[in-house]
């Protein structure tokens, strides 16, 4: 390797002899705002390093893929005053031995998202003076101890996602002024202390989805000076309440997305100083009274997408300093108790409480200074939107997902003074007497919202910005709306994600899942031994879309099979069937949606039921749908399910047999659909909510009320 290496270095050498001023064609050479001579090729699609034409005085050098293979020779080591090196994206295979020496004044040396499988101790040879160096993004499987024994004064080292397995001893030998370390993203499963027993001056420490399931409390005692922790993504299920005891300067701690059941009444007792604090994407079910008592300094509080049935006023009575609560995703949680622990903490700022279902009227009187609210995916119409009436100082508002239609006058004068507003995927009807005010107001307003709204209906007007419309053009008062349309325009969106997907993966997810759709409906009307149901949307259409949703001859309802009888068109309305496409990427703990829909009649014969079913919720509509979900998604109750579950509860309306029998048939199917798509079939949701009696017995209930308008040829 290293005489490989040697060679490389010696034939890049006479390439580099004769070194002029002038700017390599595929670079753009400046000076930066440090006043330092830069070189930053971004073209990408470089195979060697453009060096021969770089001066040498430069100071600054940027290069980045896309498309870019380059190997690293000798040919840096006559630009003594290089300062920063980064070379990106570009499949550097390794780095090699020395290749670097002599560039005594690099300060930042980033060799981010390469190939790169191994380092040793001589890459680093002559840099004495690196503060930084970033090798996340690639490929290295093993770091040998004292690979990084050169770099004596090295502050931030970031070796995140790639797949190191182990941590060798005194692999962080003579790093004792680092203060950053990164090592998300890589399959560790345990952190050896006495690895960390050379980093005495770390601050910020983050592994992030490490598979980690304990940690050895002896490696906080080595690191006393830590301020900011993220161990999200991990395995946790349970921390000692003397797990943090010797990590007293803590200001920000990051436990989402893994297994906790519990937060132990004493676990935050010495971090005083804590501010910053996210248990979301857990299993908690309860936060014990004493949990938060010490955290007189917390500003940020996450506690979303767990399963939280309450959260006591007593739990949250010191945190005279709270700013922020998210408590978006906890279904079960009975809102209607909140307002008595709403009015302890009255000072909140920032308020996120999305995907929760129904907000009773009145929760949010105790918050005056809210400025930023968040009640997305909430099933608001324009009465329940008056839960906002409170709050009067917002500047930020979230009502995507809903079920407006319209925005009425005295919401319109609450809503022109917020700075921005989010009202996507509601079903906006575009016309004078739902959206006229406000179109007009949105189209004068002295600043910009990010994105705007988007119609629904009128068809031709379906998915234009509302900031595009002719007010003068508009039609009068439509009043039709359907609840199928209502439904689709409010949950076609993917709220699965954490992140949340860009607009493109969006887009061509769509694109994608309807291609799947249509294909799987010719297949489906042409298949002889299948009933056909046709959609109300279909009769409208004169069923020239060729829209129709299978269903099984095995249906329970014993109507599939007609004998063989033509079609029929001209019966009465019966509940219209939609079909949702969601999409979202693929992730093993994730219930997808057509398990969470399956009925849970008939479980696999073979399989205990999973061993964390939960009791039996009180009866709600979260809870029906709970029952699906834990019958369906075996041993796969993690913190994504649970935010399946989260989103189920928005999407599929209560007790949904109907949609649960189209997905169960449609599974053969299913071979055909790309592995990330996933096809819903819903009914339209119950213009009320119905009595819990109802939710109880969905199955019956439904399939006394659906008469299936075809039957098969
Ligand atoms: C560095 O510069 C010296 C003289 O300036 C020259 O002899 C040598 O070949 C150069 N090395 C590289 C790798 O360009
Ligand atoms: C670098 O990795 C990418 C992605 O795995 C691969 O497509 C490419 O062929 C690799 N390049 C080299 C030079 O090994
Ligand atoms: C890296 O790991 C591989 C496989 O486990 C092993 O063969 C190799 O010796 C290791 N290299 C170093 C430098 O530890
Ligand atoms: C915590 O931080 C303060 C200043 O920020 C420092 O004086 C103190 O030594 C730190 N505590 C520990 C245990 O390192
Ligand atoms: C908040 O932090 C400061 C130190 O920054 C500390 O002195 C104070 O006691 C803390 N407040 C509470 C209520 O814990
Ligand atoms: C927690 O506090 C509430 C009052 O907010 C009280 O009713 C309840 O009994 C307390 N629970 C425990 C376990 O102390
Ligand atoms: C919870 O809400 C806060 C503030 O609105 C936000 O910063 C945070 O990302 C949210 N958490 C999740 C898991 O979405
Ligand atoms: C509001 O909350 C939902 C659900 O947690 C989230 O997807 C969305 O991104 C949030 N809105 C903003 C603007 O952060
Ligand atoms: C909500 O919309 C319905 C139907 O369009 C209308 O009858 C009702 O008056 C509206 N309510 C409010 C508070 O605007």
């Not at 050896?192 to 906080?220: H, S, T, W």
């Amino acid at each position: 390797m290293l005489l490989q290496w040697f060679v490389i270095c010696l034939l890049a050498m006479p390439v580099l002899t004769g070194t002029g001023q002038n700017c390599p064609t595929e670079c753009a050479c400046s000076v930066d705002e440090h006043n330092r001579r830069q070189v930053i090729c971004t073209k990408g699609g470089l195979s060697a390093m453009p060096v021969s034409q770089i001066g040498k005085d430069v100071r600054v050098i940027i290069i980045k893929g896309p498309g870019n293979t380059i190997t690293i020779g000798h040919y840096f080591r006559n630009f003594s005053h290089l300062e920063v090196l980064r070379i990106t994206d570009s499949q550097i295979p390794s780095m090699g031995s020395e290749c670097f020496f002599g560039l005594v004044k690099l300060r930042i040396l980033d060799l981010s998202r390469n190939n790169i499988t191994n380092v040793n101790r001589n890459n680093f040879r002559g840099q004495d003076n690196l503060h930084e160096l970033d090798l996340s993004k690639n490929k290295i499987l093993n770091i040998s101890s004292t690979t990084f024994g050169h770099l004596t004064e090295l502050q931030r080292l970031n070796l995140a996602d790639n797949s190191i397995l182990e941590l060798v001893p005194r692999i962080f030998f003579l790093l004792n002024k680092l203060r950053y370390l990164d090592l998300s993203g890589n399959p560790l499963q345990d952190l050896p202390p006495d690895v960390f027993r050379d980093l005495p001056e770390l601050r910020i420490f983050k592994c992030r989805n490490c598979q980690l399931k304990k940690i050895n409390p002896q490696l906080y005692n080595l690191l006393p000076m830590l301020q900011e922790l993220d161990l999200g993504r991990n395995e946790f299920k349970f921390l000692d309440k003397d797990e943090f005891r010797d990590v007293k300067n803590l200001t920000k701690v990051l436990l989402d997305g893994n297994q906790l059941s519990v937060v132990v009444d004493e676990l935050f007792r010495n971090q005083k100083v804590l501010q910053h604090l996210d248990l979301s994407y857990n299993r908690l079910a309860k936060v014990p009274n004493d949990s938060f008592k010490h955290l007189g300094n917390l500003t940020f509080l996450d506690l979303s997408y767990n399963k939280l049935v309450r959260l006591e006023p007593q739990s949250v009575r010191r945190l005279n300093n709270l700013q922020t609560l998210n408590i978006s995703g906890n279904v079960q949680m009975n809102l209607l108790d909140m307002r008595e622990t709403f009015e302890v903490i009255p000072q909140l700022t920032h308020l996120s409480v999305a995907d929760m279902g129904v907000l009773p009227m009145g929760l949010l009187v105790p918050f005056k200074q809210l400025r930023y609210l968040n009640i997305s995916g909430n099933h608001l119409d324009n009465m329940s939107l008056q839960v906002i009436d409170p709050c009067r100082e917002l500047e930020f508002l979230d009502l995507s997902r809903n079920q407006l239609y319209g925005i009425n006058e005295d919401t319109v004068v609450r809503i022109q003074r917020i700075r921005n507003v989010r009202l996507d995927n509601n079903p906006l009807i575009c016309d004078e007497c739902h959206m006229g005010k406000l179109i007009n107001v949105v189209q004068h307003l002295q600043w910009k919202w990010e994105t705007y709204p988007i119609c629904f209906l009128p068809k031709p007007l379906r998915g234009s910005e509302i900031t595009d419309l002719d007010i003068s053009k508009l039609h009068d008062c439509l009043d039709y709306i359907t609840d199928e349309e209502q439904n689709a325009a409010s949950t076609s969106h993917n709220f699965l994600e954490r992140g949340g997907l860009n607009t493109l993966a969006i887009l061509g997810g769509i694109i994608l899942v309807l291609i799947v759709v249509i294909i799987l409906a010719m297949a489906v009307c042409f298949s002889k031994r299948r009933a056909r149901y046709y959609t109300r949307e279909d009769r409208l259409n004169g069923g020239e879309s060729g829209k129709c949703i299978e269903k099984g001859l095995e249906t329970s309802n014993g109507n599939g099979v007609n004998g063989g009888s033509p079609p029929e068109h001209a019966k009465t309305p019966t509940t219209p069937t939609n079909e949702i496409n969601f999409k979202f990427p693929i992730d093993d703990r994730v219930c997808t949606i057509d398990e969470l829909v399956l009925p849970p009649a008939p479980p696999p014969p073979s399989k205990e039921p999973p061993s964390q079913l939960p009791p039996p919720p009180p009866a709600t509509a979260n809870s029906v749908l709970n029952s699906l979900t834990y019958n369906s998604c075996t041993g796969n109750n993690t913190a994504t399910a649970l935010a399946a579950v989260a989103a189920a509860a928005t999407v599929i309306p209560p007790g949904a047999p109907s949609a649960a029998g189209a997905a169960a048939t449609m599974s053969p199917a299913h071979n055909n659909l790309p592995s990330e798509a996933i096809v819903v079939v819903l009914p339209t949701p119950p213009t009320h909510y119905k009595t819990e009696q109802q939710l109880q017995q969905p199955q019956q209930l439904q399939l006394t009320t659906i008469e299936p308008l075809i039957s098969v040829n």
